[in-house]
């Protein structure tokens, strides 16, 4: 009598990678955060050594209302940049209905009117510049212009650099064949960069409009 060994079948074991776009993308963001921490560094040294009132006349020409307003704005670009990463992630790149039903609006929707949003944000800082300017406020004119052209230039110029990354993945989306996993995938990383940059201003923002 013989005995056979009876084997199980092998079971494929399929182990889910994280994209390592996304890692690396997490990664920067990480270095950029240092970046910003320096930034506020720069700004609470300044603050502390600063005569305080000359200090406070300075942050007494700000424009906390028109500033609150364009925050609001950039602040609401965050939701509208989640909603194209959703259709990102459903595969849809263009709306399926009427412009106005926003349930079957695609990445190429949420996504400009995210880019409108953040340019907007842009055109109102560039505005309060102006202003300030106006009354006096240069760069060089106290500790305190010193410091605040420097952390709100800088962010400034880091929603550019995402202005500029949202047109980059709606060309892509607009000349793919097929809207895939390679797209989704800017999407998000987009995404994380942008709500990034959102809360590095909501932070910047408590700071330099609220305490005083």
Same mark, same amino acid.
């Given at each position: ?80 940049? *989640? ?8 595969? *849809? ?120």
């Amino acid at each position: 009598m013989s005995s056979h060994a009876t084997t199980a079948p092998s079971a494929h074991v399929s182990v889910d990678r994280p994209n390592l776009t996304q890692v690396g993308t997490i990664v920067w963001l990480s270095s950029e955060l240092m970046f910003f921490a320096g930034l506020f560094a720069i700004y609470f040294t300044h603050r502390s050594v600063s005569d305080p009132g000359e200090w406070a006349a300075s942050t007494d020409l700000l424009n906390l209302p028109f500033a609150t307003v364009n925050t609001t704005i950039l602040i609401l670009s965050s939701f509208t940049c *989640q909603f194209g990463v959703i259709a990102a992630q459903r595969h *849809q790149a263009r709306r399926t209905g009427s412009l106005w039903n926003l349930r079957q609006w695609g990445l190429q929707e949420w996504f400009t009117l995210t880019f409108i949003m953040g340019a907007v944000f842009i055109g109102g800082q560039v505005t309060e510049y102006a202003e300030l300017v106006e009354h006096g406020l240069m760069i060089s004119t106290s500790s305190f212009g010193s410091v605040f052209y420097l952390t709100t230039g800088f962010h400034g110029l880091h929603v550019v650099g995402g202005l500029i990354a949202f047109l980059f993945v709606l060309g892509s989306s607009f000349v793919a064949g097929r809207f895939g996993h390679r797209e989704e995938v800017r999407a998000h990383v987009v995404s994380y960069y942008w709500h990034f940059v959102d809360v590095i201003w909501v932070a910047l923002f408590f700071v330099i409009y609220f305490l005083r």
